[in-house]
């Protein structure tokens, strides 16, 4: 099997407040790289054979002191990028909680389609289908995948076989760590949402 620790980007001006999507140039602040650094230490026994990472700036400044631990370079892997956002991108959860989609990506996400953007059926597929590509390169390894909440939730609902209309149910916090084995015979969730995961891996 293939463990694959997926980590969600430390904190941004930006975490909490708006929503940043694809925009460029929103870097981790002073306490998001000090996480970032927490977790490069917490997983710096882990042995990872590669270090993957959305494109985006918060998630490569994330990436970048894990795989140095390593002595790894950070692969950039699009289709665990952060959700296509499309209109709601740089606007703020006050604004949009007033939007009648807001309430409709809470209780009925497979319905929602952000406008211009994508729905969470395509992110889930597409993060997915990334996951099962890097499974296929790393059959019998451990390796780390940097990327965004929404992402990492709708991986771990799928190989939990939890309905993408529940997956709001899961929290997945800055700078956690979540993993998972997966396998050509099935997949297991080994850990979610915890600072330092270093759980046994199956034989």
């Not at 019998?140 to 529940?166: E, F, P, Q, W």
């Not at 800055?174 to 979610?192: C, F, H, N, Q, R």
Request: with cysteine; aromatic share 6%; hydrophobic share 40%.
């Amino acid at each position: 099997m293939t463990i694959i620790y997926l980590v969600r980007h430390g904190v941004t001006s930006h975490t909490g407040h708006k929503l940043s999507g694809w925009m460029p140039d929103i870097h981790l602040t002073d306490k998001g790289r000090a996480q970032a650094e927490v977790v490069a230490d917490r997983l710096a026994s882990v042995p990872f054979k590669a270090v993957y990472s959305s494109p985006i700036d918060r998630t490569m400044e994330t990436a970048r002191p894990i795989a140095a631990r390593h002595g790894l370079p950070v692969r950039s892997r699009r289709y665990i990028g952060e959700v296509e956002f499309g209109r709601w991108e740089d606007r703020s959860f006050k604004t949009l909680r007033r939007t009648k989609l807001w309430g409709r990506v809470q209780r009925f996400p497979s319905g929602a389609r952000f406008p211009e953007g994508e729905t969470l059926r395509e992110v889930q597929v597409r993060a997915v289908d990334e996951i099962e590509r890097i499974r296929a390169e790393h059959p019998r390894d451990t390796v780390c995948c940097v990327s965004h909440a929404d992402v990492i939730k709708l991986v771990l609902a799928h190989y939990m076989g939890l309905h993408i209309d529940l997956f709001q149910r899961l929290d997945v916090g800055p700078a956690s760590t979540s993993v998972i084995a997966v396998g050509e015979d099935g997949s297991m969730v080994l850990a979610m949402n915890v600072p330092s995961p270093l759980p046994e891996v199956p034989s």
